[in-house]
T-cell receptor, first 115, second 113 residues
Framework: DQQVKQNSPSLSVQEGRISILNCDYTNSMFDYFLWYKKYPAEGPTFLISISSIKDKNEDGRFTVFLNKSAKHLSLHIVPSQPGDSAVYFCAASRPSGGGADGLTFGKGTHLIIQP | NAGVMQNPRHLVRRRGQEARLRCSPMKGHSHVYWYRQLPEEGLKFMVYLQKENIIDESGMPKERFSAEFPKEGPSILRIQQVVRGDSAAYFC???????????FGSGTRLTVV
């Protein structure tokens, strides 16, 4: 049962344009969402996060939007750069307590920035 | 300040052998998490530990897998009697208390032959 879904395994975007990566979740208990970026043979690195009390968080070229009613979030990268080519994972967490503090990850979207 | 250190980076084991994966969290981080990434899959939560305590092992296979985080030394993920299906990348992450996001290590790629 996939609680966090990234339905696009890959996405190709031209350099300089906007990249939009999508993520859907099913568990309404999730209250914190994160995006991680992963290069081959490296561990994921934290990119940006958003709490469920917000609908937008911006950090430089990266903006995450959260639509709680639709259980949907998206990551916008603008302008896209060649170094953005990587696999992007969406992750979600529930409120702490009860000991279950693990993140639930989607399967990832491979973003390819074309020159 | 070194990041999360995992070793070895690559580990090859024959079927039936034991695999030991080590993880040293970032300085000041008392929470350690282990994740597994199978080919073409996302990261799957395995276990969450604090010093000398397993907090949540709901993602651990019931048999052959164990984890510890002793008072001194790194966290260890141990897989006994490995099978081909255990071949995967195993990532460790650490965080300070009360932080939902964490820092990952570079992973250990286990290959069972």
């Amino acid at each position: 049962d996939q609680q966090v879904k990234q339905n696009s395994p890959s996405l190709s975007v031209q350099e300089g344009r906007i990249s939009i990566l999508n993520c859907d979740y099913t568990n309404s208990m999730f209250d914190y969402f994160l995006w991680y970026k992963k290069y081959p043979a490296e561990g994921p690195t934290f990119l940006i996060s958003i709490s469920s009390i917000k609908d937008k968080n911006e950090d430089g070229r990266f903006t995450v939007f959260l639509n709680k009613s639709a259980k949907h979030l998206s990551l916008h990268i603008v302008p896209s750069q060649p170094g953005d080519s990587a696999v992007y994972f969406c992750a979600a967490s529930r409120p702490s307590g009860g000991g279950a503090d693990g993140l639930t990850f989607g399967k990832g979207t491979h973003l390819i920035i074309q020159p | 300040n070194a990041g999360v250190m995992q070793n070895p980076r690559h580990l090859v084991r024959r079927r039936g052998q034991e695999a030991r994966l080590r993880c040293s969290p970032m300085k000041g981080h008392s929470h350690v998490y282990w994740y597994r990434q199978l080919p073409e899959e996302g990261l799957k939560f395995m276990v969450y530990l604090q010093k000398e305590n397993i907090i949540d092992e709901s993602g651990m296979p019931k048999e052959r897998f164990s984890a510890e985080f002793p008072k001194e030394g790194p966290s260890i993920l141990r897989i006994q009697q490995v099978v081909r299906g255990d071949s995967a990348a195993y990532f460790c992450a650490s965080s300070p208390p009360g932080t939902p996001g964490y820092t990952f290590g570079s992973g250990t790629r286990l290959t069972v032959v």
